[in-house]
């Protein structure tokens, strides 16, 4: 009577046994490549603030390297000189703006072989790197980056930027990160009084905004570059420079 | 005949259409978007009191329903509080305030604190853990001197000699911070918030329209309405009108009502069915 239970046929072929681990047909569980898609950024960078004057640019940002909330790399400079005509400046994921540094300086380097009297132009630069970011987004594996490129050609300043998304823009004003919130109306303001700038002026308004971003923005450091590019006087990097902090409110809050 | 007796309601916030709303979105009938009002506020204590600020923008989502409306309200003689958040939250936490501040006044027969407003407010919204969606800049002159005090929707406080709330704080905190000193005399304390709402209306998408500002001294108070209108509407070039004969008449025909016959049908009034 038991007979035909106990030597019943399988119901199914080729499907999962009891007890047993089932792999599906047609998915392979190992990655055919290791690449990260879409990443998180590690160490990052805060604001740029950037201004565009009469007869230059000036591009400025602090020296912190952020490790998420923890004010790791008190000295992470991140306002590069790329020629006589351009400075970039970067915020975001420190290490992809070392990798995107690397390429760039390496293009100079390459260029400087040639020898043949043509110099990277900021608008050029601005141009590539705009094609590099749309591209890797792309891909979904985007350099987490936010550049600012300033520089002069045909006798003109020009200021532009770059994202992560490779959304780019160019304007008399361009502010990164908090800056874009805290830095911009302040800027805007500015420059709708006075419209010609002097690089004197400029450079005021932008310590200004660093100033102010120190005391508002939680993921900022008191040193900070400043980088202009002036007709007369070419590309020049300062830093690090302190903020003037102004604490006497202190006093006065219950 | 008997008057059924309505029963207290219970303390507390009542979660019993929660799950009735969730429903109806499961359905497709989402919850339709409260008023908020994006918003610009702003605060500052000068040498002889406060000074508040508001932009006059209240948007639902990104339309904006009203162009001017007034984020500037009365709690007491000496005390006036400006909203940001949630309109009806801000409009009636204020109004109910208030009322609890007059009758307070009458029972103590003094002058209502800055104070007392602040923890009324605070003891409120902490209650409804946030649910009141109601960011606060209230200030005003009492015995003890100006104060300014900011309110979140949770229910902390802080106590500032200078405050912004709202989507454009961070436009209005960055002009405070580069411009803001404890020397203000009247007329820098009310540029510099002008300024402020300013930077909020033209930076920030949540704010606009014009800015509305209250001066509150020792005995007596300022409320400007519009003290600047920072956004015109813009004016008409031209008349659009057509003029009378731009359209040629090629021909008319009149056709007259003819009265057929009139009659009077009276109608006496029942009386009310009261049982």
């Known amino acids: 009577m038991f007979n035909s239970v106990m030597n019943a046929p399988p119901f199914w072929h080729n499907g999962p046994a009891p007890g047993a681990f089932y792999n599906f047909p047609g998915a392979s569980t190992t990655p055919q490549d290791f690449r990260q898609h879409s990443q998180a950024p590690v160490t990052t960078a805060t604001s740029i603030v950037a201004l565009q004057y009469k007869t230059g640019v000036v591009i400025a940002g602090d020296m912190l390297g952020s490790y998420g909330s923890l004010a790791r790399y008190r000295n992470c400079p991140r306002i590069l000189k790329v020629n006589d005509n351009i400075i970039l400046g970067a915020g975001g994921d420190y290490a992809d703006f070392q990798y995107v540094k690397d390429i760039i300086e390496q293009k100079i380097i390459d260029e400087d072989c040639l020898d043949d009297g043509f110099k990277l132009k900021p608008k050029s630069l601005y141009c590539w790197l705009t094609r590099i970011m749309y591209n890797r987004r792309s891909k979904f594996d985007p350099f987490w980056n936010n550049f600012v490129v300033g520089g002069i050609q045909d006798g003109e300043p020009f200021l532009g930027t770059v994202d992560k998304l490779g959304t780019a823009y160019a304007d008399k004003i361009i502010c990164t990160g908090y800056g874009a919130y805290i830095a911009v109306p302040l800027l805007r303001d500015a420059v709708e009084k006075n419209p010609n700038l002097t690089k004197v002026e400029a450079r005021q308004l932008v310590e200004k905004c660093m100033e102010v971003l120190y005391y508002r923005d939680a993921r900022s450091f008191p040193k900070y570059q400043i980088a202009t590019i002036d007709e007369t006087e070419g590309a020049v990097v300062e830093g690090p420079i302190d903020v003037n902090q102004n604490w006497n409110l202190a006093h006065m809050i219950q | ?275």
């Open chain 2, 1 to 275: 005949m008997s008057v059924l007796c309505p029963e207290t309601p219970a303390p507390g916030f009542s979660f019993a259409n929660c799950k009735r709303n969730a429903l109806l979105e499961s359905k497709g009938f989402p919850v339709p978007k409260a008023t908020k009002t994006g918003t610009t506020i702003v605060g500052i204590i000068f040498k002889d009191g406060v000074i508040l600020g508001a932009d006059t923008r209240a948007t639902e989502d990104t339309t904006v329903s009203d162009k001017n409306c007034e984020k500037i309200h009365y709690l007491a003689p000496n005390m006036y509080c400006c909203g940001a958040g949630t309109a009806a939250d801000t409009e009636q936490t204020t109004q109910m305030i208030s009322s609890q501040l007059e009758l307070h006044r009458l029972f103590t027969n003094r002058v209502a604190r800055v104070a007392t407003a602040n923890q009324m407010l605070k003891q409120y919204l902490f209650r409804y853990q946030g649910h009141i969606g109601a960011a606060l800049v209230l200030g005003g002159v009492d015995s003890t001197g100006p104060h300014l005090y900011s309110i979140y929707p949770h229910g902390s406080t802080d106590k500032l000699p200078y405050t912004t709330m709202g989507s454009g704080s961070l436009a209005a905190m960055a002009v405070f911070e580069s411009r803001w000193n404890p020397d203000l005399e009247e007329e820098e304390g009310v540029k510099l918030v002008r300024d402020a709402i300013a930077a909020g209306i033209f930076n920030d998408l949540g704010s606009g329209s014009n800015v509305d500002i209250c001066i509150i001294r020792k005995g007596s108070v300022d409320y400007r309405r519009t003290f600047d209108e920072a956004n015109k509407k813009g004016v008409r070039q031209s008349s659009y009108r057509y003029p009378k004969g731009t359209t040629a008449v090629l021909s008319s025909k009149t056709i007259d009502v003819e009265v057929v016959d009139v009659t009077v049908h009276p109608i006496e009034p029942e009386h009310m069915d009261t049982a």
